[in-house]
């Protein structure tokens, strides 16, 4: 059995990540938005991400978090990729890139949307003011968090790791 699940409970495990809860709202979003940068990095998992609320979002990702129960987690672990070395390094760059950050669910979901929007809306065309501007009026609850626009410019600046 090596479905979706196990690969992404797989690459999960080499992150240094434990099996998302579903039930709670920001482990769900973390998920989304880890997935997607992955993708971004050039780790696609085979999903595909529209806009949603909180930015990029994967009805078929979602439905393979709830589906990711105990067991599947921890036989995904138990998986051993063909070109696992490969898989296993550019995992480790992907979660150094990250560091800490990759535990905070809003920096994800401002860096995954930076991205997003950069890409899709701005045609990978680089302009700080538009995109964060396009940012903020699409996310609204965005400019009541406090310190907002320094954390908009920091993962602005990450967006280097990432294909545009």
């Known amino acids: 059995m090596s479905d979706s699940r196990m690969v992404l409970s797989k690459r999960l495990n ?9 039930e709670d709202f920001d482990e769900r979003l973390r998920l989304q938005k880890i997935v997607y940068l992955l993708w971004a990095y050039g780790i ?5 991400f529209n806009w949603y609320v ?10 393979a978090g709830y589906a990711l129960d105990d067991e599947i ?5 138990r998986i051993r990729f063909n070109n696992e070395e490969e898989v296993v390094e550019s995992l480790n ?4 890139i990250l560091g800490e950050k990759i535990n905070d669910p809003l920096y994800l979901e401002i860096l995954a949307s930076l ?16 995109i964060s501007k396009w940012l903020t009026s699409h996310k609204p609850y965005l400019k009541k968090i406090e ?11 990450d967006l280097r790791y990432f294909n545009t």
Request: cysteine-free.
């Open 115 to 130: 991205h997003y929007i950069k890409k899709v809306a701005f045609g990978g065309r680089d302009n700080f003011a538009g």
């Open 73 to 77: 987690f921890e036989m995904g672990s």
């Open 93 to 96: 760059n992907f979660k150094e």
């Open 147 to 157: 310190g907002i626009n320094t954390l908009i410019e920091s993962a602005y600046r």
């Open 54 to 63: 909180r930015g990029p979002y994967s009805p078929k990702l979602a439905s």
């Open 44 to 48: 696609s998992l085979g999903y595909g």
């Open 14 to 22: 080499i992150l240094g990540l434990s099996r998302p809860d579903m």
